[in-house]
């Protein structure tokens, strides 16, 4: 097996230290994972994939990370909340839902009922005498195989702006 010297700076002494022991004292394992990572993420960004770190579960959740591309994105709105369906297509050529509901806002003053009858009815009662309450957002992610198994997870607009992107190449390099 070959050798390689690497150089530290006194500066990095600490970090390769460090490596070293969450690696389970093996420096070269340290390095050839942290290599592996930086070429999968850069050879990555060359095809058109960056990272992508979403937020899953109720309120404050948990974060999620992969290397994926934005295919399009959907926003369902009504009185009390949004909701932000995006879908993007993974390095492994799966597609993945990231569904953002916000929280459930519901009116609890007097006045509530004038807010559902337009901008001209609550015009008046814009005061900070207000009282309000919701219900935690949620987010969810999903993954799937193939673009005909998202038909029943989205609405069908984004489906087909979904399938549409699939008639196109992830890039396309251009001779001008």
């Given at each position: 097996m070959p050798n390689k010297t690497i150089y530290v700076s006194d500066s990095?002494?600490?970090l390769f230290a460090r490596a070293q022991e969450l690696a389970g004292g093996?420096?070269?394992q340290a390095i050839t994972t942290a290599l592996r990572r930086f070429v999968e993420f850069e050879e990555g960004k060359l095809e058109g994939f960056e990272e992508v770190v979403v937020k899953v579960g109720l309120g404050v959740g948990r974060k999620v990370r992969f290397s994926g591309m934005l295919l399009a994105e959907w926003m369902d709105t009504t009185a009390t909340s949004v909701a932000t369906i995006k879908v993007y297509q993974s390095r492994t050529g799966k597609f993945v839902v990231h569904t953002e509901r916000s929280p459930e806002w519901k009116d609890q003053s007097e006045n509530a009922e004038k807010w559902s009858q337009g901008w001209r009815a609550w015009v008046g009662n814009l005061s900070a005498n207000q009282s309000w309450s919701f219900t935690e957002g949620?987010?969810?992610l999903d993954v799937v195989d193939t673009v005909e198994e998202l038909k029943p997870k989205?609405?069908?607009k984004l489906y087909d702006l979904v399938a549409s992107a699939q008639d196109h190449p992830l890039i396309e390099d251009l001779d001008i």
């Open positions: 990095d002494q600490e093996s420096l070269s949620e987010s969810t989205i609405p069908a």
